[in-house]
């Protein structure tokens, strides 16, 4: 089977639609797949529930599609970066689903997985925690989470050989794994593509059988979320 696409407009053609469930790697700017991001603006796809740690900037990554109004709800951990996001919420423009980090990871984690629900101590006697089952264990007080499957995840790697295993790069990796195991459809933008076997074995952060397309992206953008300099001394 052919995994490689001619461009991140071509790997989403068929795949994306209205009112669809999608969960995009990436924390903060870092990972995120830019090229995809930009295609499903362009697709004009609207209606979608996206789930991803954060939701990008004003103007970048997911920022983009808040600013083309086609995220209609986003189930995530972190949006202080974001003021439309803010802008949006507050005025009932779009619907939110807050969900503690770690917690988001390991829905993300047991969706790939196929474990449909677990107990954490997370978010007990909180918002979180409102409407949803709790559960004694030696104790302790446990909140039942719903895991989360995507109809089409969007992720961001280094490398990709050809059969789509796939290494990512150090904090690039971040929400990115997870969220390729959850997706029904996984497309995948890379910044190199090698042959099949040039990855070592002990190199492959996830095997192939999770990646359904990949597209080539060499030149990201790679925009840094907050940068803060110090003065040299006597500069």
């Known amino acids: 089977m052919n995994k490689l696409y001619p461009s991140a407009a071509e790997a989403l053609k068929g795949i994306v639609a209205d009112g669809q469930t999608l969960a995009v790697g990436g924390f903060g700017l870092c990972g995120i797949p830019e090229a995809l991001i930009d295609a499903l603006r362009d ?10 740690n ?30 439309e996001f803010e802008r949006q919420y507050l005025a009932g423009e779009l ?16 969706g790939g997985a196929g474990i449909p629900a677990f107990f954490t101590k997370t978010g007990v006697g909180t918002l979180v925690a409102q409407g949803k089952e709790t559960r ?32 990512f790069r150090y904090t690039a990796r971040n929400f990115n794994p997870a969220v390729a195991t959850a997706g029904k459809i996984t497309v995948v933008e890379v910044e190199k593509i090698v042959e099949v076997g040039e990855i070592a074995p002990d190199d492959i952060h996830l095997p192939g059988i999770y990646v359904h397309r990949i597209v080539h992206n060499p030149n990201p953008e790679k925009r ?5 300099v110090t003065p040299k001394a006597g500069g």
């Open 136 to 167: 004694e264990f030696n104790g302790q007080t446990y909140v039942m989470e719903q895991s989360l499957v995507a109809d089409v995840a969007l992720v961001k790697a280094d490398v990709a050989d050809k059969a789509g295993n796939l290494r």
């Open 43 to 52: 697709s004009g796809v609207k209606n979608l529930t996206v789930i991803s």
């Open 95 to 110: 619907e939110l689903e807050f969900t503690p980090q770690g917690t988001l990871a390991e829905k993300l984690r047991a």
């Open 54 to 83: 954060n939701a990008g900037v004003d103007g970048f990554g997911l920022g983009k599609l808040l600013q083309t109004r086609q995220i209609k709800k986003m189930i995530s951990s972190y949006v202080g970066e974001n003021k």
């Open 224 to 228: 840094i979320e907050q940068r803060t």
